[in-house]
């Protein structure tokens, strides 16, 4: 199983991007898939996750402006995120529990569950 981030950049704030989680050794549909974020000198922060059966859960931090979605041709997962502030900036990672379910505990991703990780994608938003 591999999966692969991609899409990250330089941004203004304001601005919007698009990330990419391509899926190989496995079916995007058939498992949660998540995207996490590691700002500067802190942890790994759950943002997003959809269910196998499409079940969606948002961080409050990015609720109403960032976009999980699947696209089963292409076995890739997309993030897309509008209206990006400086405190978005971060190293991006997608992974998935290998699980139907996304890992959500307490109102939290957490990200103990995953057992399949992709390589980050570094997102800077700044003017």
């Known amino acids: 199983v591999q999966l692969q981030a991609s899409g990250g950049g330089l941004v203004q704030p304001g601005g919007s991007l698009r990330l990419s989680c391509s899926a190989s050794?496995?079916?995007?549909?058939?498992?949660?898939m998540s995207w996490f974020r590691q700002a500067p000198g802190k942890g790994r922060e759950g943002l997003t996750c959809?269910?196998?059966?499409?079940?969606?859960y948002y961080h409050d931090s990015v609720k109403g402006r960032f976009t999980i979605s699947r696209d089963s041709p292409k076995n890739t997962v997309y993030l897309q995120m509008n209206s990006l502030k400086t405190e978005d900036t971060g190293v991006y990672f997608c992974?998935?529990?290998?699980?139907?379910?996304?890992?959500?505990?307490?109102?939290?991703?957490?990200?103990?569950?995953?057992?399949?990780w992709g390589e980050g994608t570094q997102v800077t938003v700044s003017s």
């Open positions: 992974a998935s529990p290998g699980t139907m379910g996304c890992t959500v505990v307490n109102g939290d991703l957490g990200d103990y569950g995953m057992d399949y």
């Open positions: 050794g496995f079916n995007v549909d058939n498992y949660a």
């Open positions: 959809i269910s196998s059966h499409g079940r969606l």
